[in-house]
């Protein structure tokens, strides 16, 4: 009974699996040409990997090599931003003390991504506090 069990359990994992892997291709399968021309151009040696559709955006998670990122799109298909996680420790040194300088130094510095985005880049910290407080601060330290 237990051999069973398990060899059932095998197979609603695997019947699972394939029925993701189904509706992710189909996802990835209905992107905007527009949308696959500008990731192609951002970041060529990329592929996608999965694709959710919202209301006022389209988040289009790929892996760029080794890196993954999020890659976001608005209705019409033009470029938002793309997100891509940083290590806290990786943060650069003018971030680092830009937040120490601040008036929330006291707080834990709990994770923090690099943002791209049209109009520049900036690293978007998250700061542990109740609610918890999120400052974008550029590359030298400018907190935005």
Partial sequence: ???M???LAVALTVFAVACNDDDD???IDRLDP???EKIEALYPASRVVDVDYYQNYTEVDIMDGTTPR???FDPQGAWIRTETDVRVADLPSA??????GS???SLRLDDADFVNTPEG?????????????YLSITADGVIL
């Fill in 121 to 133: 880049d900036y690293y978007l910290v998250e700061l542990d506090s109740n609610p918890d407080v």
């Fill in 103 to 105: 008036e929330y130094a």
């Fill in 5 to 7: 069990l398990s060899m």
């Fill in 70 to 72: 999020e890659v976001y």
């Fill in 25 to 27: 291709a189909k996802q």
């Fill in 34 to 36: 527009a949308v696959v």
């Fill in 1 to 3: 009974m237990k051999k």
């Fill in 95 to 100: 971030v680092t003390n830009a937040i120490a």
